[in-house]
């Protein structure tokens, strides 16, 4: 099992994240196991544990994560954005709101990729913005 860093298990789950929502999109069926083996290069068993927990959190409460984050969006439909920017969005809000990572983190971790994986710097800022209004205390569980 090799060590990875925080931010590359990060990354990792965005990929997953975004290549289930990318499978829902054409019916495909989601499997989770071969994914993160496939992210990782290592067997399911050996994998992150954090990485199997943000997605399988993520997984189970997609729906909900969407209505909450769409109670954010201006003028946009969460279908609508580019899905690499939704599979940030939904793990920023699983992260802050079911793994109880601090808001800031979660922010910070979310701008990082949408810097890296957006379309253009608009991306990054949209991330921001609805992050900021989007992750409070009241949804926590």
């Known amino acids: 099992m090799q060590q990875t860093s925080r931010n590359k298990e990060q990354e990792l789950a965005m990929q997953a994240m975004y290549g289930f929502l990318i499978d829902e999109s054409i019916d495909q069926p989601i499997d989770v196991v071969a994914t993160i083996e496939n992210l990782t290069n290592e ?3 050996d ?4 990485i199997k927990e943000i997605l399988i959190t993520a997984l189970k409460n997609q729906d909900r994560i969407v209505d909450h984050i769409s109670n954010y969006l201006k003028n946009w439909k969460f279908s609508r954005l ?3 920017i939704q599979a940030i969005l939904i793990l920023a809000v699983t992260n802050y709101i079911y793994l109880n990572e601090d808001k800031g983190v979660s922010i910070d971790v979310a701008v990082k990729l949408a810097k890296k994986y957006g379309d253009d710097d ?3 800022k949209f991330v921001n913005a609805v992050l900021d209004n989007c992750l409070n205390d009241k949804y926590k569980q």
């Open 82 to 84: 580019n899905s690499c």
């Open 43 to 45: 067997p399911y068993k």
């Open 47 to 50: 994998s992150s544990i954090f």
């Open 122 to 124: 608009k991306d990054y």
